[in-house]
């Protein structure tokens, strides 16, 4: 059975840092693609970034410049290092993880919350 298990959030002051880690187990499939969501009281969750096995990356607009997205294939974990942070960015953040067997099958965590206090 797949596992995605978040750590790392917490309360921060506006303009600090935090690093969230996403540790996959449970397969010894493929997993291409992981990513992090976030979803704030009363909005739909959204993408924040996301990395392929091979590297490649992609952000949401609003953190591109502050957050930076990485992932260790051997570890099966990826990371989110978050800076700069702002009131905005107060969410529950949720790791996907995409993996391939016959086909693909999303897994998610059950999140973890950040919060940012002005």
């Known amino acids: 059975q797949v596992h995605v298990v978040e750590s790392g959030g917490g309360l921060v002051q506006a303009g600090g840092s935090l690093r969230l880690s996403c540790e996959v187990s449970?397969?010894?499939?493929?997993?291409?693609?992981m990513g992090w969501y976030r979803q704030a009281p009363g909005k739909q969750r959204e993408l924040v970034a996301a990395?392929?096995?091979?590297?490649?990356?992609n952000y949401a607009d609003s953190v591109k410049g502050r957050f930076t997205i990485s992932r260790d294939n051997s570890k099966n974990t990826a990371y989110l290092q978050m800076n700069s942070l702002a009131p905005e960015d107060t969410a529950v953040y949720y790791c996907?993880?995409?993996?391939?067997?016959?086909?693909?099958?999303?897994?998610w965590g059950q999140g973890t919350q950040v919060t940012v206090s002005s």
């Open positions: 990395i392929t096995s091979a590297g490649s990356t």
């Open positions: 996907n993880a995409a993996v391939w067997a016959v086909s693909r099958d999303d897994y």
């Open positions: 449970g397969t010894t499939y493929s997993i291409n693609t």
